[in-house]
């Protein structure tokens, strides 16, 4: 089972992996990566600051709408409850426990609405209201499609609207090998070592892929955070905790390598809907 697959039960057992994981599961960002310390309360520190950077970039005002796909325990979202007031946030999660454990954690303040939905990003419900902004936090490689959800949030963002992907990006040269070794081994080996409770495939792509979907469906990419070296210490805060086999050595140390390569590189895509 991989890591993720398990986590609540670990909370029991261990209160450091509660510490590092427990309001958010993504990496975590350093303003200084040089200042990193290297162990799990750092790193806990580090993904809010992450969350609140997509905040900062989402920009987000009073009576705004807005989607949180792939929301994990709710972490994002909480914090957008807590620093601002009178929003819609939804957030939608394809793992019914940690919908519900989102339920559980957060509770409505400052006039902000907060509504943790089970379902597929990629097939979003009819009833959704019109949305001012959207975003994949670290997520969007293990969904069905990033097209598809591209077009299903198309079509209930506002003209103008943001949609905000956080994600691994492959270097344009290694962009058709990775994809054929990927498609072969490593998309095997990072969910049995990250976890393959939600998705049993994942895909990484390349810039030139998301300017493609983003021309496909309609959006503009309007800014682009190259921020690989501010997460950088979340390899060396994590891999004693999650390395147990080779496997999980290959997917950890092997995607910190590759990022020091900037063969791969961690990135903040934000993309506008285009008006008709």
Known sequence: MGFFDNLVQEFEKNPEIKTAFGEHIHWGYWQNPQDAVGNLVDFAQASEQLSLLVLEVADLQPRNTVLDAGCGWGGTIGLANKLYHDLELIGINIDAEQVQQAKIKHESLHGNHLCFLEGDACSLPETL???????????????????????????????????????????????????????????????????????????????????????????????????????????????????????????????????????ITYELLIFEKVAK
């Open 129 to 263: 209201p019109t949305l001012d902004c959207a975003w994949a936090l670290e997520c969007i490689f293990a969904f069905p499609s990033r097209q598809k959800f591209f077009t299903q949030v198309n079509q209930r963002l506002k003209d103008g609207g943001k949609l905000i992907v956080v994600d691994f990006l492959i270097a344009e040269p290694i962009v058709k090998l990775w994809q054929f070794v990927e498609a072969k081994i490593l998309s095997q080996i990072i969910t049995q070592s990250y976890g393959k409770k939600a998705t049993s495939q994942v895909e990484f792509i390349g810039l030139k892929d998301y300017q493609d979907i983003a021309n496909q469906t309609g959006y503009i990419l309007t800014e682009r955070k190259n921020i690989t070296k501010n997460v950088q210490p979340t390899y060396r805060a994590i891999a004693p905790t999650i390395i147990r086999s080779l496997n999980d050595w290959i997917a950890v140390r092997g995607l910190e390598f590759f990022s020091q390569l900037n063969l």
